[in-house]
């Protein structure tokens, strides 16, 4: 009896045969082909993990096998053209010339020739529609935004324009109304230009400081009231410093003093504190 293998259809579990019957199904390299199918079963499974291993490795170095293969195809190149560099240009200028005689006799190939140089015409004016498509686009998007810039700075220029005019309108509408003089008020006013002209004549020559002008001297004849600064009568008042020019006093407001005619001519150019002091005994 030989051994076949396990089945449950038997009691004991296993399938046997007697040798003849063996011989006469199987043959008697029946264990050999069984070993050598096993064998090729685990060989498959090995090249197929084998194969597996590859892809992912080519997977991982894509970009290097592609570095490497364009590096090979220049030395190729350049193999090749150290093997044709002998050929000079009239040699395949005549091979050329061959080969579209040969190209004119075989009306298949000059078919193909033809649709070939079709299609590269039609190529390269697609090329050509496309590039000039793009060019009148960016030209269109160039114009428009200088448009658009443009019309801003109208705008901005219009606005700044309009704020200008709005802040004249409203300094004007603020400015004092013009007051019309008359001619003695025309003539009161010269005459105290020419008298405030005469001050600050004075005060340049003795070298002392010129800070007022007619308007701070009358503002400040209105608010020294009506009474004499020496002698504190009431009368015309008329402007006296009370540091002198002549000793260097300046011509600005803080030296500016109102006093009656009698006491500034009697002052003159004396010290103030001195006169004062005179003028109070005088008095008295």
Known sequence: MVFIGKHKGFKSGEYCIPMDRFLEKYGADFYEKKARAKANKIAVKEASIRARAKREWIE????????????????????????????????????????YERMNVDPIRLEKHKAKSQKASDKQAEKRRKLTEEFRLKRKAESDEKKKAKAEEIAARKEARAKLSAEKALAKSLRPKRIVLTDEQRAEARRKGKRNYKHARRARINNCDVKATPKMVEDARKSAGDRCYYCGKKAELTLDHFE??????????????????????????????????????VSF
Not at 62 to 83: C, H, N, P
Not at 253 to 258: A, I
């Open 60 to 99: 991982a170095n894509k970009d290097a096998l592609i570095t490497a293969k364009k590096e090979k195809d220049k030395i190729k190149s350049k193999i090749w053209y150290q093997k044709n560099k002998h050929l000079n240009i009239e040699k395949r200028r005549a091979a050329a010339k061959v080969s």
């Open 244 to 281: 002198p020019l002549a000793k260097g006093g300046a011509h600005c407001v803080s030296n500016f003093v109102f006093a009656c005619h009698p006491c500034n001519s009697r002052k003159r150019d004396l010290d103030p504190f001195d006169f004062m002091a005179s003028n109070l005994a």
